[in-house]
């Protein structure tokens, strides 16, 4: 599974789950985009595409694909996809293409909270968000600033 974030042809974010080089990513990547957004609204999220099943769901200005092999399933796919715009929805307040542009590493480790390798790692969008909550928490404490008497324990 590779899912994707796209609005209006430009990626926005993107995982790969097996070994391609750049070349071939953006060729493929090429081609997925401009393919999907052809799509009418009204048409079927599933398509065929070389040798593996494309899903794909469109939430207000962002696609969202995930290129899958043809033994997988399709319904559970777009489940994913609609589970992760969830997480996204709930940690952002309405995730839009803005959100991920300037928090793509949050976007990023959302997804990887989510999924490991391609397979679903967590199914409870509350133990996604604890645990981005928590990364959250340990970034903020590693920012602030402390004093040397801090530092060494004396305070």
Not at 8 to 13: A, N, T, V
Not at 35 to 60: G, H, N, Q
Request: proline share 3%.
């Amino acid at each position: 599974m590779r899912p994707a974030a796209a609005s209006s042809g430009k990626l926005r974010l993107q995982k790969w789950y097996v070994p391609l080089s750049d070349k071939e990513k953006k060729k493929i990547t090429r081609e997925l985009v401009q393919t999907v957004l052809a799509r009418k609204p009204k048409m079927c999220s599933f398509l065929e595409w070389r040798d593996l099943k494309i899903v794909y769901k469109r939430y207000a200005s962002l696609y969202f694909c995930c290129a899958i092999e043809d033994q997988d399933n399709e319904l559970i796919t777009l489940e994913i996809i609609h589970r992760y715009v969830e997480i996204l929805d709930k940690y952002f307040g309405s995730v839009c293409e803005l959100d991920i542009i300037f928090n793509f590493e949050k976007a990023y480790f959302i997804l990887d909270e989510f999924l490991l390798g391609g397979e679903v790692q967590e199914t409870s969008k509350k133990n996604v968000l604890k645990a981005t909550e928590q990364a959250d928490l340990l970034q903020e404490e590693a920012e602030t600033p402390r004093s040397v008497l801090e530092e060494i324990g004396l305070t």
